[in-house]
């Protein structure tokens, strides 16, 4: 039966930009409760393996977005909502007229790049996309269209998470930056 802490990564470091001894100190408590840690974050996830290198505390990392869920001891992203390639070519060749820009884990994708990074999400602007056309989750702004797999959001990706961790809910703890200081 696993048992999960999820907490904020930005509540982890402090204002020097690292972790605490204090908050060393406190995780290794919840780490010998045998509780696995999962963070949250927006920052990317070669900055959050970073931290991650000295005091090894992370066992999960989440995408606030929604973009992935990564198992750091198996090394490799679990969930992954990217494109796929052969989606992103059909975009490229039907909007190829249009400004379209490819948005990764770290921002806009140079077009140069598309075909070696993940793309999570794609905004194509002055069009209209009938979501027949694709079968996937669309929303429209005022100048543009958004793109993505399904639609990506950190409680969407929690609720995959979940199931595929088969965790019941009196095994899952929120901490929070006074907890952990």
């Keep these: ?5 999820i907490c904020k990564f930005e509540d982890l470091i402090g204002k020097e930009d690292a972790i605490s001894v204090n908050t060393m100190l406190n995780i290794e ?28 505390f992370i066992d999960y ?10 198992d750091v001891k198996k090394g490799k992203k679990v969930i992954n909502n990217k494109f796929s390639k052969q989606i992103i070519n059909k975009i490229c060749k039907m909007f190829k007229n249009r ?22 999400e794609i905004n194509i602007f002055d ?14 702004e005022k100048d543009r269209v958004n793109i ?13 998470i ?9 095994n899952i703890i929120e901490i929070n930056k006074e907890m952990l200081n």
């Excluded at 039966?1 to 802490?5: E, F």
């Excluded at 990392?61 to 990564?70: A, D, L, R, T, W």
């Excluded at 979940?162 to 009196?170: D, I, M, V």
């Design 99 to 120: 400004t379209i820009k490819f948005i990764g884990e770290n921002g806009i994708i140079k077009e140069n790049r598309i075909r070696d990074e993940d793309i999570y």
């Design 1 to 5: 039966m696993k048992k999960v802490a």
């Design 61 to 70: 990392i989440v995408s606030e977005k929604g973009y992935y869920f990564y």
């Design 127 to 140: 069009s209209v996309i009938k979501n027949e056309d694709f079968n996937l989750n669309i929303s429209k």
């Design 148 to 160: 993505t797999i399904k639609e990506l959001s950190y409680e969407n990706i929690m609720k995959d």
């Design 29 to 56: 408590k919840i780490k010998n409760k045998k509780y696995l840690l999962l963070v949250h974050s927006n920052k990317n996830l070669e900055e959050l393996l970073y931290y991650n290198r000295d005091f090894p």
């Design 162 to 170: 979940y199931s595929k961790l088969k965790l019941k809910e009196e």
